[in-house]
Nanobody, 123 residues
Framework: HVQLVESGGGSAQAGGSLRLSCVGS????????MGWFRQVPGKEREGVAA??????????ADSVKGRFTITISQDNAQNTIYLQMNSLKPEDTAMYYC???????????????WGQGTQVTVS
């Protein structure tokens, strides 16, 4: 089955930076998209950024445009995505989840495969 393992969360001061990583493996050939989502307790999970596995397209939530950058690299059977988060704000505090999906057009909708999440706290 699909595996997604996040790392890189932690604490940062407002205005600072953090970089998240997610290693995806055991992907079927139909897997097309990977992305980052976040959730605060009591609120719905929201899409942050997504990327086509071939790197052809990226998508960002309005709240992170110009501050966050999603990239992807491939190595053998693994796809790794990164989320470079700059100019962090306290409202970026959330659990960040890596996700993957077979959809043809990526975007920030519902994804089917999820990692366990990594906490980001901005103060």
């Amino acid at each position: 089955h699909v595996q997604l393992v996040e790392s890189g969360g932690g604490s940062a001061q407002a205005g600072g930076s953090l970089r998240l990583s997610c290693v995806g493996s055991r992907f079927p050939s139909s897997m097309n998209c990977m992305g980052w989502f976040r959730q605060v307790p009591g609120k719905e999970r929201e899409g942050v950024a997504a990327i086509a596995i071939d790197g052809s397209m990226t998508y960002y939530a309005d709240s992170v445009k110009g501050r966050f950058t999603i990239t992807i690299s491939q190595d053998n059977a693994q796809n790794t995505i990164y989320l470079q988060m700059n100019s962090l704000k306290p409202e970026d505090t959330a659990m960040y989840y890596c996700a993957a999906d077979r959809r043809r057009v990526c975007g920030l909708g519902r994804y089917t495969d999820w990692g366990q999440g990594t906490q980001v706290t901005v103060s």
